[in-house]
T-cell receptor, first 107, second 114 residues
């Protein structure tokens, strides 16, 4: 079993939709949970991080961590075409990444 | 403030050759990590350097090595290149690398091995 599992998609949604991206992880000792966004031909950039169970909100983005289920989520509200990118979950230090979910938001 | 820079951006090599990639971290950042990104395996951690010392190492063969200089700039070397080494190599820097510190990624070096 891989340490971090993420559905690679691709995921295609209409503009304005709510997007849900998810990862599961295997090691209950993991403490830090992050979401990165990667545009084509660019390096990943950090969107959000948290180190506890619960929700964390930043604008249109909400990160959710459920340590009891070893499940993390990223929700994007009112999705925009500019949100089209690959989203990677990452856990702990050094970072262990999911394989990324490619998202397309169609205008 | 300038971001993380990586040189070269693109590289084509043949099997058996060796290659050196360079990374300049954000000014003031002392930790540099290297990652390999491929469509099949995703982003995988290679190693991390802090104050010129390798602090963490991923599960890669000894053909992959790195070093960090006193100005925090880092290089990674891959010897005896194999076709499977074709990948995007990403460098990330952070202030200290202890516990959680945000890592800032460079644009990567795209290595193609023929």
């Amino acid at each position: 079993q891989k340490e971090v599992e993420q559905d690679p998609g691709p995921l295609s949604v209409p503009e304005g939709a709510i997007v849900s991206l998810n990862c599961t992880y295997s090691n209950s000792a993991f403490q830090y949970f992050m979401w990165y966004r990667q545009y084509s031909r660019k390096g990943p950039e950090l969107l959000m991080y948290t180190y506890s169970s619960g929700n964390k909100e930043d604008g249109r983005f909400t990160a959710q961590v459920d340590k009891s289920s070893k499940y993390i989520s990223l929700f994007i509200r009112d999705s925009q075409p500019s949100d089209s990118a690959t989203y990677l979950c990452a856990i702990n230090t050094p970072l262990v990444f999911g394989k990324g979910t490619r998202l397309s938001v169609i205008a | 403030k300038a971001g993380v820079t990586q040189t070269p951006r693109y590289l084509i090599k043949t099997r058996g050759q060796q290659v050196t990639l360079s990374c300049s971290p954000i000014s003031g950042h002392r930790s540099v990590s290297w990652y390999q990104q491929t469509p099949g395996q995703g982003l995988q951690f290679l190693f991390e350097y802090f104050s010129e010392t390798q602090r963490n190492k991923g599960n890669f063969p000894g053909r992959f090595s790195g070093r960090q200089f006193s100005n925090s700039r880092s290089e990674m070397n891959v010897s005896t290149l194999e076709l499977g080494d074709s990948a995007l190599y990403l460098c990330a820097s952070s202030i200290a690398g202890v516990s959680y510190n945000e890592q800032f990624f460079g644009p990567g070096t795209r290595l193609t091995v023929l």
